[in-house]
């Protein structure tokens, strides 16, 4: 299932739900268009850095398309892509801009201490072991993870990036031209920006993916269709085999219709890091 935000009185809206809700940004919005939304914020009292944030410190006056415990800002120009089980459960999220892609999960973490870095160390372990090349960059939060893996089409780039906040680890994994290239992630980038986690209250045990379910009306046209979906497990040490999977299944071409059914699985947690943790 596909949501898209419309691209002016002509662009495409959406496959599934309207996003067309939200003050008009352009696709090429950049660094620029943030500084002003955080000054903006500063003089309002709301949260002056980047997200993804926690839902206690979330800021208003963003249109986000609630998705359970990930809330995904309305970013003109990016596609919101689903994998989703017939009662509604969602087992792989991917956004897709241009030649460039970014999957998200999140996942439960300690109260007292992150998790980012021991999975990004498993991941490179993964990698390293499957004979691609890994390599540990400084990003925009912190520590990220970059590999070259092999794909049926030839060799990939992937961008690892973890964000830990309370009790929660935020994965995201780019794909296509924004791995190779930080500097065009564009659009994708502000999404992670402007993500939001709503954790809950409920215990669970460390690393297990947090819940995310389609809105009602999307659910109900899911329910509608004969073929089941089975939703794969997540696992933070298959890292590497998911991430060929996605980019082999999941590549950001405007021909794709709906990705419910198929079988690309969700990928592994990895990504770069910056604690986000409740007072």
Known sequence: MIFSRGRGDGGRQKKGEDLDRR?????????SDDADDLAQRAGEGQPVSPGPYDITEAPSGVERLDLGSLQIPAINGVEIRVQANPDGSIAQIVLVNG???????????PRSSGIWDEVRAE????LTADGARAEEVR??????????????????????????????????????AAAADPSVAGPLAECLREL????????????????????????????AQPQPVVAPSVSPS????????????????????????SSAQPGKRGSSSRNRRSR
């Not at 030649?99 to 996942?107: D, E, P, R």
């Not at 089409?153 to 296509?176: E, N």
């Not at 996605?246 to 071409?253: D, M």
């Open 238 to 261: 298959r890292a590497a085999e998911e991430a060929r999977a996605q980019l082999g299944q999941t590549a950001p071409t405007e021909d794709q219709g709906s990705v419910n059914g």
């Open 123 to 126: 991941i490179r372990d993964s």
């Open 23 to 31: 003050p008009d940004r352009s696709p090429g919005a950049g660094r």
């Open 139 to 176: 990003g925009e939060y912190g520590t990220e993870l970059t590999a070259k893996i092999r794909t049926p089409d030839g060799s990939a780039d992937v961008r690892f990036i973890g964000v830990d906040g309370p009790r929660w680890m935020v994965r995201a994994v780019y794909q296509g």
């Open 99 to 109: 030649a460039s892609a970014l999957q998200l999960g999140v996942f439960a973490a």
């Open 196 to 223: 939001v986690v709503d954790r809950g209250r409920e215990a669970m045990p460390v690393r297990e993916a947090l819940p995310l379910r389609l809105p009602r009306d999307a659910a109900d046209q899911v329910q």
